[in-house]
């Protein structure tokens, strides 16, 4: 009841301040919803909904709202730490999430799996001196090349895959911890255990290929641990560029010239 364009500035007044990236329609829901599922959490927000209601009527009578200060023991649903939920709570939640979010996108898998073992194919193809049947003195250049092109082409798709899942995630997880809901290390092991098994296997699947269509004289295990071991550490970096950037495009213009730094310094 009262001017839409009023309402952010009366609750502020009030002591409940809109977070940032929260849509101010879920921001008062949240106010006036009680949570059922804990006792102790249910009459905090029960006396919250209690002083909303009574200043609101004080405020219809002309009494200055200025005056009001929420009750102590929770200024807001949205700004208080979630503390009687275990770390393996909200570990576990954040996990099922991460991998949730990576099965159910099964085109993508698809895709991603198919290109690996294309690229293998098509660098095969390029480095021509690498295929069976050709002399090792030969193909040397062309040995060097394939594994640096390879490693290239693997960090360079870790990193962008991270950069952009960081940026997208950004606003979600930040209005999330505003709500004190988890850490940042929760999240970011979380995230780290629910993607990184997965950079891992298509970088396998790439120089299992590879391995398949050329005669590198290399084992099998150390070709794989090699090629995941700089997947890894390429997705490391997205997960850094893209913890301090605000979204996709920032993290992705701040992120590719230090992946093209590396590149140019023998790093990667």
Known sequence: MGDRTEAVSYFAELGYECPPATTTAEFFIDLVTID????????????????????????????????????????????????????????????????????????????????????????????????????????????????????INMCMLAVMKTLNLFGKEKAVVAREQMRRQYSSFDYLLSKAIGELPLDVLYSTVFAAAMKHFTCIRIPLSLLCGTFSLMTVAASTIGFAVGSVTSGVEEAMTAGMPIMVILMAVGYV
Request: hydrophobic share 40%; no cysteine.
């Open 36 to 151: 059922t599922e804990d006792e102790s959490i249910a009459l905090e927000d029960i006396s919250r909904i209690d002083y909303l209601a009574a200043a609101f009527q004080k405020h219809q009578k002309g009494v200055n709202r200025k005056k009001f200060t929420p009750p102590r023991s929770r200024r807001s649903k949205l700004m208080t730490f979630q503390s009687h939920r275990p770390f393996y709570s909200r570990f576990g939640v954040l996990l099922l999430r991460s991998l949730r979010q990576n099965l159910r996108n099964v085109k993508v898998n698809i895709i991603r799996a198919a290109a690996s073992i294309g690229l293998a194919g098509l660098f095969s193809e390029l480095f021509s001196g690498v295929k069976k049947g050709n002399s090792l003195a030969k193909s040397v250049a062309d040995r060097t090349a394939l594994l640096s092109y390879g490693v």
